[in-house]
T-cell receptor, first 111, second 119 residues
Framework: GQQLNQSPQSMFIQEGEDVSMNCTSS?????WLWYKQDPGEGPVLLIA?????ELTSNGRLTAQFGITRKDSFLNISASIPSDVGIYFC???????????FGKGTKLSVKP | DGGITQSPKYLFRKEGQNVTLSCEQN?????MYWYRQDPGQGLRLIYY???????QKGDIAEGYSVSREKKESFPLTVTSAQKNPTAFYLC??????????????????FGSGTRLTVV
């Protein structure tokens, strides 16, 4: 099936540092979403983007819907230990309109 | 509060047995989905349903079956034909608007998952 390229695969950072991750696709998407998954739990929606060029913030998180509609990034500022988890991007694409998920970015934060 | 509930949280089964995972939502969402998650593999779509009494295969449907008799419920059966069933299973639901290629699927709401271990 269709896939998104999400990078980096994992990150090890110091508390207080900023984080950036991104997703790219060869196809155009109408919607980009960013989720966070804590260990042993289901993903939780962080930010939803519905328009090309849209820049949206949610607290320390900022995400953008790329102008080409083929990419999106998520930034986390001033990371804290509870930011630890796996972050997934997802785009709406394909004839059925189902979400396509990236493989995730595993974030580790050292206090 | 509305939400989506998966049960049980942990499930152990012997090889060769069928097992059914429960997923219930009270969000009045039309669409429901089942994903399988393995380490390093991300989320892979097993089956999805857009309306009651209708469902479609996802990318990895072999060895699985589903039913959608009620809007609120979308159980997944892992059959003995599934060669490697040990995994973390996630159910999700979403509301949507529009039809066909113009349909917009709003952010999925996920359950807390069921970890299935086959011994």
């Amino acid at each position: 099936g269709q896939q998104l390229n999400q990078s980096p695969q994992s990150m090890f950072i110091q508390e207080g540092e900023d984080v950036s991750m991104n997703c790219t696709s060869s196809s155009i998407f109408n919607t980009w979403l960013w989720y966070k998954q804590d260990p042993g739990e289901g993903p939780v929606l962080l930010i939803a983007l519905y328009k090309a060029g849209e820049l949206t913030s949610n607290g320390r998180l900022t995400a953008q819907f790329g102008i080409t509609r083929k990419d999106s990034f998520l930034n986390i500022s001033a990371s804290i230990p509870s930011d630890v988890g796996i972050y997934f991007c997802a785009g709406q694409g394909g004839s059925q309109g189902n979400l396509i998920f990236g493989k995730g970015t595993k974030l580790s934060v050292k206090p | 509060d509305g939400g989506i509930t998966q049960s049980p949280k942990y499930l152990f089964r012997k090889e060769g047995q069928n097992v059914t995972l429960s997923c219930e939502q009270n969000l009045n969402h039309d669409a429901m989905y089942w994903y399988r998650q393995d380490p390093g593999q991300g989320l892979r779509l097993i089956y999805y349903s857009q309306i009651v009494n209708d469902f479609q295969k996802g990318d990895i449907a072999e060895g699985y079956s589903v039913s959608r008799e009620k809007k609120e419920s979308f159980p997944l059966t892992v059959t003995s034909a599934q060669k490697n069933p040990t995994a973390f299973y996630l159910c999700a639901s979403s509301r949507s608007s529009g039809q066909g290629a113009k349909q917009v699927r709003y952010g999925y709401t996920f359950g807390s998952g069921t970890r299935l271990t086959v011994v």
